[in-house]
């Protein structure tokens, strides 16, 4: 299959593709006709009773594969989601962003995987990351935040005190 849109980059190109705004966060599509969407959500509620002065807000970060036929892995969808997460940093440096590993067909692991060697090459001197898995349920989930955010250390505790109990 070739490329659709951007014929002029190959698979291995690191570019990320271009992303248009959406009511949620952006959509992109792939040089193979693939469109996913990577929504932000509001969940500053989830923190009432623990406010942090110096958040932004708290965003439930999730990608959507909206249409096309995945028929192979195509590096660009890495840079691209990296690329969205940087520009939400950028324009809410005091944000914090978490999400949790879909369990569609049974890859939430691999998942998990994925997005933490995503977050070693490209965010682990920028961006603190906490995780927190129960494999019994299946869940793998993680917060991200910017290292310089003033409120790191309440933003720890607050993770450590919700997922250790």
């Not at 310089?148 to 250390?153: C, I, L, S």
Request: glycine share 4%; aromatic share 14%.
């Amino acid at each position: 299959m070739q490329p659709k849109n951007r014929p002029e980059l190959s698979l291995s190109s690191p570019l990320p593709y271009p992303l248009k705004d959406s009511n949620t966060g952006f959509i992109f599509e792939t040089d193979f006709g693939l469109v996913y969407e990577i929504s932000f959500t509001d969940d500053s509620g989830y923190l009432t009773g623990s406010s942090f002065s110096s958040v932004d807000t708290v965003f439930s970060f999730t990608i959507t594969h909206l249409s096309g036929q995945i028929q192979h892995k195509d590096p660009r969808v890495e840079s691209t989601i990296i690329s969205a997460l940087h520009l939400t940093f950028a324009s809410l440096p005091l944000a914090v962003i978490t999400y949790v590993c879909s369990l569609d067909d049974n890859q939430e692991k691999a998942r998990n995987r994925l997005f933490h060697n995503w977050y070693l090459r490209t965010g682990k001197n920028y961006f603190v990351k906490l995780d927190h898995t129960s494999a019994d349920e299946r869940i793998y989930s993680s917060v991200i935040f910017r290292s310089d955010n003033p409120a790191r250390e309440d933003i720890n505790n607050l993770f450590f005190t919700l997922f250790h109990k």
